[in-house]
Nanobody, 123 residues
Framework: VQLVESGGGWVQPGGSLTLSCLVSGASSADYGIGWFRQVPEKEREGVSC????????YYASSVKGRFTISRDNDTNTVFLQMNNLRSADTAVYYCALTYGSTWWYQPDEYAYWGQGTQVTVSA
């Protein structure tokens, strides 16, 4: 199983970015995908998750209403649309795969991880 993130970059505060996570080696119907982010010297933080069965979505309170997670099962791709970005959103963003989780925001619940993509929000 491999996950590859793309779409990171630099954006001004208030701007938007869409991250993509391409999954290979696993069926899109069999896994949930989470997005996490991490800044230096801090723990990895759960941002959002979309479940494997009915596509239920979850969001951290800090991004709710600004970020939207979605998936395209035909292409095995999961997206994270990020709007109204703030400087506090600056981080390396990772997607990760779980075959089932109790606590979606816990990194230990995820079996596979991408390499990460940098998102920088600054004026």
């Amino acid at each position: 199983v491999q996950l590859v993130e793309s779409g990171g970059g630099w954006v001004q505060p208030g701007g938007s970015l869409t991250l993509s996570c391409l999954v290979s080696g696993a069926s899109s119907a069999d896994y949930g995908i989470g997005w996490f982010r991490q800044v230096p010297e801090k723990e990895r933080e759960g941002v959002s998750c979309i479940t494997r069965l009915d596509g239920t979505t979850y969001y951290a309170s800090s991004v709710k209403g600004r970020f939207t997670i979605s998936r395209d099962n035909d292409t095995n791709t999961v997206f994270l649309q990020m709007n109204n970005l703030r400087s506090a959103d600056t981080a390396v963003y990772y997607c990760a795969l779980t075959y089932g989780s109790t606590w979606w925001y816990q990194p230990d619940e995820y079996a596979y991880w991408g390499q990460g993509t940098q998102v920088t929000v600054s004026a």
